[in-house]
Each structure stands twice: as structure tokens, then as C-alpha cells.
């Protein structure tokens, strides 16, 4: 399936198109930079690409693509402590706001799907950590 933008529908030189997986790494990048939000839940597609050393810039994230329209599902990993409502918030504004600047296309959902929590992990004080054990002579 092909998009073309609203204003660039034709121009004098021809049509232009964007893929639907454009506007998906558009709303990751766009997701990911949202401060609260660990990481992305792409599930197991996702992980298996990860495991075998592609970075997926479009990982959680499904795109229905129209002529002049686009709703956006955005699968996310929270950081503990962060109120969940305003990072949501955050980032249906931030992928709304890159996906119509970057594409002209209207976008008329984000729906934002929390699937996991991620704490912190305590990071051990540099004295405390024990010296290297050398186990063979």
C-alpha cells in the first residue's frame, strides 16, 4: 500500500509516495524520545530482528495508512516513577506533531498501548565493586 501526501499529491514532475513503514520509524523516533518512556514493545518479530543485530526503528508501532489520513498504535515500555497519563499525553502530541510535519498527512489517532514496566537498576558505588578474580595461573 502506497501513500501520497495531501499537497504533493502530483506535481509537475510526477507523484510522490511514502511508505507506510516510513511513518512508522517517524512515530518510534518520535515515541522514543519522549521522556518516561524505556523502550519500545515490539513483541516477537521484534525481538527475534534484535537478537540477530538489526536495530528495528519501527518496532511497537502499527500504521493505518489512507490517502490524507493516519492512526497510529504505538506499543511502549514505561520507566517506574513516571506518571503514565502525561508520558502518554506527551507522546501522542510528539508523533501527531512529526508525522504531519514530516508527512502532511492528518493524523487523526495515536493510541498509546502500555505493555511493561522498567525499573532501574541500582548501579553499585565504584568502591564497592569487587576486584577481578584471576581463576587460572
Request: aromatic share 2%; net charge negative; glycine share 10%.
Amino acid at each position: 500500500m502506497s501513500t501520497i501526501a495531501p499537497d504533493y499529491e502530483k506535481t509537475d514532475m510526477g507523484t510522490i509516495q511514502i511508505a507506510p513503514e516510513v511513518i512508522a520509524v517517524i512515530a518510534g523516533l518520535a515515541a522514543i524520545e519522549v521522556e518516561g518512556v524505556a523502550g519500545m514493545s515490539g513483541g516477537f518479530a521484534g525481538g527475534i530482528a534484535e537478537l540477530l543485530g538489526r536495530k528495528n526503528l519501527a518496532k511497537g508501532v502499527k500504521v493505518d495508512v489512507g490517502q490524507r489520513e493516519a492512526a497510529i498504535d504505538v506499543s511502549i515500555v514505561i520507566e517506574y516513577g513516571t506518571r503514565i497519563p502525561e508520558v502518554a499525553g506527551d507522546i501522542q502530541k510528539n508523533v501527531k506533531q512529526a508525522i504531519e510535519s514530516m508527512t502532511g498527512l492528518d493524523v487523526v489517532e495515536v493510541n498509546v498501548h502500555i505493555h511493561d514496566v522498567m525499573f532501574k537498576s541500582p548501579e553499585k558505588p565504584a568502591a564497592e565493586e569487587e576486584p577481578a578474580v584471576q581463576r587460572v595461573k
